[in-house]
C-alpha cells in the first residue's frame, strides 16, 4: 500500500505531536519510530525533541540525561525543554537529530513531516502554536499501556487531542503498539520502522562514515558486547564477564571465522578490546574506534580502496569530520560504533550483567547490517554537491 504518501500535501492540518524524550541513543530513536506511528494515523507533524547526550558524556548540555518518568511528570518537563530552547541564541546549541539524520528522506519514505523543536518554538507564522505547547495541560492522567485494536486507540486519542493544536504524550519510548499498529496498516508499519531503525544518514554524517571506514580493513568481523549500564570491567577473570567472553568465542569459532581475522569491537568498557585479546589468545586482530582516533590520515598501510578514494571529493580528517557535527561526543563515538559494527560482513554480540532477551542498541545494529552492502556503496559514493536524497539505504 502506499496509503502513506497520501499524507505529503502542502493542505495538511497544521496539528503537531510532541513527546518526552528519555533514556539512551537507541531508546529515543525507538521512541521516534514510535511516535511517528501515531503522527501518521492523525496526520500530525511530529516535534523532534532535543537528542539527548550520550549516558556518562562529559560535553556542557542545555538537556541532561533522564529516565523514564510518569506521565503527568514526563510532560511536564518536555515543556520544560521547550522554555529552555526559547533561551538559546543560535541553532548550534540545539542538538538536533537532524545533525545525524536526513529528514527529507525520512518523509520521503513515511509521509510523515518532521520539525525540531527549536524551529517550532521560533515560528513566526503559527506563534500560537508554539503558545499552546508552553501552555499546554492534559486533562488524562497516563497513555493506555498495551492496546490490541488501533482503531480503538485512535478513537482514544482523538477524544483527548482531537481539538488540541499540540497533543503532548508522555514517553513515546514506553508505548509499545507497533504490533496493533502493523496490523492496521502493516506497509506503513515496514516503511517507519526501515526509515528509522535504518535511517538515512545526514551529509554532515556521511563524512564523518567516510573519514573513519577507510582505515578499516575492507573484511572485518563486527562484535558489540553490551554491559550493563551500572557494570565496570575491571579485571578480565571477573566470573560474569569470563562466562560470557568464552560463550561469545565459541560463537565465533562456531561460525568458522578464520584466525587472525580483523574484528571491530565495539564497546563502553575501556578494558574489552585487552580482555577479548585474552580469551582469544590473540588469535585474531582486534581493533576499537580509539585505535582509528589515533590513525594519521595519511596511514596507506590502513587506507582502505585509495583508488575509490582518489574519485571522490576530499575526505576530512576523522577529527574535522567530527567537530561538523553538533551533538556531544559521546552520541558521536556511539554512531560510529553502531555503523562500523554492523558494516562487518559478519555480526556477533553479547551481554554482561545485562538483560539476556534484547538491547535496543544491538536490535538498531542488526537493522543497519541488513542493508550492508547498500550502505557501504552510499557511504564511498556519497558526494554533497550530487546526493542522492531518494536513495533506499
Same mark, same amino acid.
Given at each position: 500500500?502506499?496509503?502513506?504518501?497520501?499524507?505529503?500535501?502542502?493542505?495538511?492540518?497544521?496539528?503537531?505531536?510532541?513527546?518526552?524524550?528519555?533514556?539512551?541513543?537507541?531508546?529515543?530513536?525507538?521512541?521516534?519510530?514510535?511516535?511517528?506511528?501515531?503522527?501518521?494515523?492523525?496526520?500530525?507533524?511530529?516535534?523532534?525533541?532535543?537528542?539527548?547526550?550520550?549516558?556518562?558524556?562529559?560535553? /556542557?548540555?542545555?538537556?541532561?540525561? !533522564? #529516565?523514564?518518568?510518569? =506521565?503527568?511528570?514526563? $510532560? @511536564?518537563?518536555?515543556?520544560?525543554?521547550?522554555?529552555?530552547?526559547?533561551?538559546?541564541?543560535?541553532?548550534?546549541?540545539?542538538?538536533?537529530?537532524?545533525?545525524?539524520?536526513?529528514?527529507?528522506?525520512?518523509?520521503?519514505?513515511?509521509?510523515?513531516?518532521?520539525?525540531?523543536?527549536?524551529?517550532?518554538?521560533?515560528?513566526?507564522?503559527?506563534?500560537?502554536?508554539?503558545?499552546?505547547?508552553?501552555?499546554?495541560?492534559?486533562?488524562?492522567?497516563?497513555?493506555?499501556?498495551?492496546?490490541?485494536?488501533?482503531?480503538?486507540?485512535?478513537?482514544?486519542?482523538?477524544?483527548?487531542?482531537?481539538?488540541?493544536?499540540?497533543?503532548?504524550?508522555?514517553?513515546?519510548?514506553?508505548?509499545?503498539?507497533?504490533?496493533?499498529?502493523?496490523?492496521?496498516?502493516?506497509? /506503513?508499519?515496514?516503511?517507519?520502522? !526501515? #526509515?528509522?531503525?535504518? =535511517?538515512?544518514?545526514? $551529509? @554532515?554524517?556521511?563524512?564523518?562514515?567516510?573519514?573513519?571506514?577507510?582505515?578499516?580493513?575492507?573484511?572485518?568481523?563486527?562484535?558489540?558486547?553490551?554491559?550493563?549500564?551500572?557494570?565496570?570491567?575491571?579485571?578480565?577473570?571477573?566470573?560474569?564477564?569470563?562466562?560470557?567472553?568464552?560463550?561469545?568465542?565459541?560463537?565465533?569459532?562456531?561460525?568458522?571465522?578464520?584466525?587472525?581475522?580483523?574484528?571491530?569491537?565495539?564497546?563502553?568498557?575501556?578494558?574489552?578490546?585487552?580482555?577479548?585479546?585474552?580469551?582469544?589468545?590473540?588469535?585474531?586482530?582486534?581493533?576499537?574506534?580509539?585505535?582509528?582516533?589515533?590513525?594519521?590520515?595519511?596511514?596507506?598501510?590502513?587506507?582502505?580502496?585509495?583508488?575509490?578514494?582518489?574519485?571522490?571529493?576530499?575526505?576530512?580528517?576523522?577529527?574535522?569530520?567530527?567537530?561538523?557535527?553538533?551533538?556531544?561526543?559521546?552520541? @558521536?563515538?556511539?554512531?560510529?560504533?553502531?555503523?562500523?559494527?554492523?558494516?562487518?560482513?559478519?555480526?556477533?554480540?553479547?551481554?554482561?550483567?545485562?538483560?539476556?532477551?534484547?538491547?535496543?542498541?544491538?536490535?538498531?545494529?542488526?537493522?543497519?547490517?541488513?542493508?550492508?552492502?547498500?550502505?557501504?556503496?552510499?557511504?564511498?559514493?556519497?558526494?554533497?554537491?550530487?546526493?542522492?536524497?531518494?536513495?533506499?539505504?
Amino acid at each position: 500500500s502506499n496509503q502513506y504518501a497520501t499524507l505529503i500535501t502542502e493542505n495538511r492540518p497544521r496539528r503537531y505531536l510532541f513527546f518526552y524524550a528519555h533514556a539512551g541513543f537507541s531508546n529515543q530513536l525507538y521512541a521516534l519510530q514510535r511516535a511517528m506511528c501515531i503522527g501518521y494515523s492523525t496526520q500530525r507533524t511530529i516535534i523532534v525533541p532535543p537528542l539527548l547526550p550520550h549516558i556518562g558524556s562529559r560535553t /556542557a548540555y542545555k538537556f541532561g540525561g !533522564r #529516565a523514564g518518568k510518569d =506521565f503527568i511528570v514526563a $510532560n @511536564k518537563i518536555a515543556v520544560d525543554d521547550a522554555k529552555t530552547v526559547l533561551s538559546m541564541d543560535n541553532q548550534t546549541e540545539f542538538p538536533s537529530w537532524s545533525e545525524i539524520i536526513n529528514y527529507d528522506v525520512l518523509t520521503k519514505k513515511t509521509g510523515v513531516h518532521l520539525i525540531d523543536l527549536f524551529d517550532f518554538m521560533r515560528m513566526t507564522s503559527e506563534s500560537a502554536a508554539a503558545g499552546a505547547l508552553l501552555n499546554h495541560t492534559v486533562d488524562i492522567h497516563s497513555m493506555p499501556a498495551e492496546i490490541d485494536d488501533w482503531i480503538e486507540f485512535l478513537d482514544f486519542f482523538n477524544a483527548h487531542f482531537g481539538n488540541n493544536t499540540v497533543a503532548l504524550i508522555g514517553s513515546a519510548f514506553t508505548l509499545k503498539y507497533e504490533e496493533a499498529f502493523g496490523k492496521y496498516d502493516k506497509d /506503513a508499519m515496514e516503511n517507519i520502522r !526501515r #526509515a528509522t531503525l535504518g =535511517f538515512t544518514p545526514s $551529509n @554532515k554524517l556521511l563524512y564523518l562514515l567516510r573519514s573513519a571506514i577507510i582505515h578499516v580493513p575492507q573484511n572485518y568481523v563486527g562484535v558489540h558486547i553490551r554491559f550493563g549500564d551500572t557494570y565496570h570491567l575491571s579485571l578480565c577473570d571477573e566470573k560474569t564477564a569470563a562466562e560470557e567472553y568464552k560463550k561469545l568465542l565459541t560463537v565465533i569459532e562456531e561460525a568458522n571465522v578464520t584466525k587472525g581475522s580483523a574484528i571491530y569491537l565495539g564497546s563502553k568498557e575501556s578494558n574489552a578490546k585487552k580482555c577479548f585479546e585474552e580469551y582469544s589468545h590473540h588469535d585474531y586482530k582486534v581493533f576499537t574506534l580509539n585505535d582509528l582516533l589515533n590513525v594519521p590520515p595519511s596511514d596507506e598501510h590502513t587506507d582502505r580502496d585509495l583508488e575509490r578514494r582518489k574519485m571522490n571529493a576530499a575526505i576530512p580528517s576523522l577529527q574535522d569530520a567530527m567537530n561538523e557535527i553538533y551533538v556531544d561526543l559521546g552520541t @558521536k563515538h556511539l554512531i560510529i560504533d553502531l555503523v562500523l559494527i554492523s558494516l562487518g560482513y559478519r555480526i556477533f554480540f553479547s551481554r554482561v550483567s545485562f538483560r539476556q532477551h534484547y538491547s535496543t542498541f544491538q536490535q538498531v545494529i542488526e537493522h543497519r547490517h541488513e542493508s550492508r552492502t547498500e550502505f557501504l556503496n552510499h557511504i564511498f559514493d556519497f558526494n554533497a554537491d550530487r546526493h542522492d536524497t531518494n536513495m533506499q539505504v
